[in-house]
């Protein structure tokens, strides 16, 4: 069975450093072609894709949001994590991790089959 | 950075009766389209991928269709599950991009 789960700090304050870990089970990010991804979703809105690692250790972010992300797997390839930098009150949000559907083992299709439950995260003063 | 315009955003429907979303590309996805549910308070769930394919444990009642740009989910004999909101995704070009969803409810 296949399940991811995210953990974060819940609240933070503006121009600090988010940092996120998904850790999860049920499938190995060493397999070719396996990716997880990070994306998020503020209340009540539609969902942004941020960045994602593959099994290779590369990494893809979405542009517009590059300079202050960083993504990264732990060594053991059952954690991966998610920074981002400078946050203010426009990176409130649920920021899920998923697996990418296997089915999609190529260049930049991120279809997920698996997410995880979702991180609150709030920034405010 | 390739546009998903959804449509409608809401909709009202009744038990049993059919239900068609809509979903319209800034550009040819060439059948890069996903669909997701996302039911209260949960994480988005695959439908559909390849604009028709049912992903596993996904009931037939779901069904996608489309081609270039304009795709749709349809939902047969609707049920109180069904109750969610719904999303498409491109994931021809990088950065992938959602529609802004469709929030379907139970007349």
């Not at chain 2, 270039?68 to 070009?93: M, P, R």
Request: charged content about 15%; aromatic content about 10%; glycine content about 8%.
């Amino acid at each position: 069975q296949v399940t991811l789960k995210e953990s974060g700090p819940g609240m933070l304050q503006p121009s600090k450093t988010l940092s996120l870990t998904c850790s999860f089970s049920g499938f190995s990010l060493s397999t070719s072609g396996m990716v997880v991804s990070w994306i998020r979703q503020p209340s009540g809105k539609s969902l942004e894709w941020l960045a994602a690692i593959d099994w290779d250790g590369d990494k893809y972010y979405n542009p517009s949001l590059k300079s202050r992300l960083t993504v990264s797997k732990d060594t053991s390839n059952t954690q991966v994590f998610l920074k981002i930098t400078s946050v203010d009150i426009a990176d409130t949000a649920t920021y899920y991790c998923a697996r990418r559907h296997p089915i999609f083992n190529y260049g930049s299709s991120y279809v997920m089959d698996a997410w995880g439950q979702g991180a609150s995260v709030t920034v405010s003063s | 950075d390739i546009q998903m315009t959804q449509s409608p955003a809401s909709l009202s429907a009744s038990l049993g009766e059919t239900v068609t979303i809509e979903c319209l590309a800034s550009e040819d996805i060439y059948s890069n389209l996903a669909w997701y549910q996302q039911k209260p308070g949960k994480s988005p769930q695959l439908l559909i991928y390849y604009a028709n394919s049912l992903n596993d444990g996904v009931p037939s009642r779901f069904s996608g269709s489309g081609s270039g740009t304009q795709y749709s989910l349809k939902i047969n004999s609707l049920q109180s599950e069904d109750v969610s909101i719904y999303f498409c995704q491109q994931n021809y070009d990088s950065p992938n991009t959602f529609g802004a969803g469709t929030k379907l409810e139970l007349k």
